[in-house]
């Protein structure tokens, strides 16, 4: 009987790691207009949160990182589409303006490209 239980709690909790990595909708945060320029705030630490953001095409948008740890991995974010990157110091607001022009997924991720993140440009 133990092994049945070990067995179905195995299985069970490798199904929701699938379902988890692979299936899970990640949830998007849209870019707040101010004075004309679409704005997200994005924490860093271990990871973007929000890292799937949304955006309209052909207006400016400020995005600000602020680190909140020391891992040398989350020191630079890089938007290989906009051929734009940033260092960013820990504790610290890191502005990153970009004029996204085409819709489309655009990717943005750490030097290594360990930590990503995406920005969908709509019309």
């Not at 860093?44 to 602020?66: H, N, Q, S």
């Not at 820990?90 to 997924?105: F, N, S």
Request: glycine share 8%.
């Amino acid at each position: 009987m133990d092994k049945i239980i070990v067995t179905a709690a195995g299985i069970f909790t490798i199904g929701w790691v699938i379902w988890f990595f692979l299936f899970s909708k990640k949830k998007e945060y849209r870019a707040a207009v101010s004075s004309g320029v679409q704005e997200v705030i994005i924490k860093v630490k271990g990871g973007y949160t929000p890292d799937l953001i949304v955006a309209k095409a052909g207006k400016p948008l400020r995005l600000l990182f602020t680190r909140e740890e020391e891992a040398s991995c989350t020191e630079m974010v890089v938007f290989g589409a906009f051929n734009k990157s940033a260092k960013l110091p820990p504790y610290k607001e890191v502005a990153v303006d970009l004029l996204p022009e085409k819709p489309g997924e655009y990717d943005f991720s750490c030097q290594m490209g360990m930590i990503r993140g995406k920005l969908i440009v709509e019309e």
